[in-house]
């Protein structure tokens, strides 16, 4: 880093207020975050996904050195976050590697008070073979399984399909899935107020929590 650079990092650092909270307060605000940020179930009559749908998040995973970049939906069980992901790349890399991030945010607008999450932690994959009671169980906790069901037996009604064949044709599509478990092993915590000024806390994963 060149001089002129190590000017502004220091000078950036002068204006962010660090570890302002105890950290039985910080996890309240997390967890508070958390909770107003996820998706959950819904309910709606209009056609297609009626899960209620929270901030997207970006899931960042690793693969051979080389990183890539998610937008996905994530659901929250306590500091736990859970995803359910679609075959794809994410899934190839969390086997080559568990250590991921996430990133979680409000739209940019300082005029406002801004908040953020930056989430390293080590990902689980929970595929339907094997788990089959867990990853039902977990899909229907998070809203997904009954959004689904509600999209296929729409799909099912336009094509003039069975409606006997709901039920497989729904637990074929979901098997495909992997959900994603993250454990976090390090929070950080922004909060950027127009006014008040920036704070930033880290909430770290103790021993015992390991």
Known sequence: MNETAQKEKSLLANHINKN???REE???QILAFLDEARSRPGMSDKPGCCLKHGLACVLCTVHEGLPRATPIDFFADGL???HAGEPGL???NIRSNPKVAVGIYYPIDHSVLNRSLQISGTATLVPYAGHEQEFMDRL?????YEA???VMGEMFAAGG???DKLQEELVKALRRFNLIRIEPDEIVYLRIHPTEGTEKNIWTKTAAEA
């Open 20 to 22: 302002t909270m105890s």
């Open 26 to 28: 910080l996890e309240k």
């Open 80 to 82: 736990t976050l859970w």
């Open 90 to 92: 994410k899934i190839r």
């Open 140 to 144: 229907k906790h998070m809203g997904v």
């Open 148 to 150: 689904s069901l509600k």
């Open 161 to 163: 399909k069975p409606a």
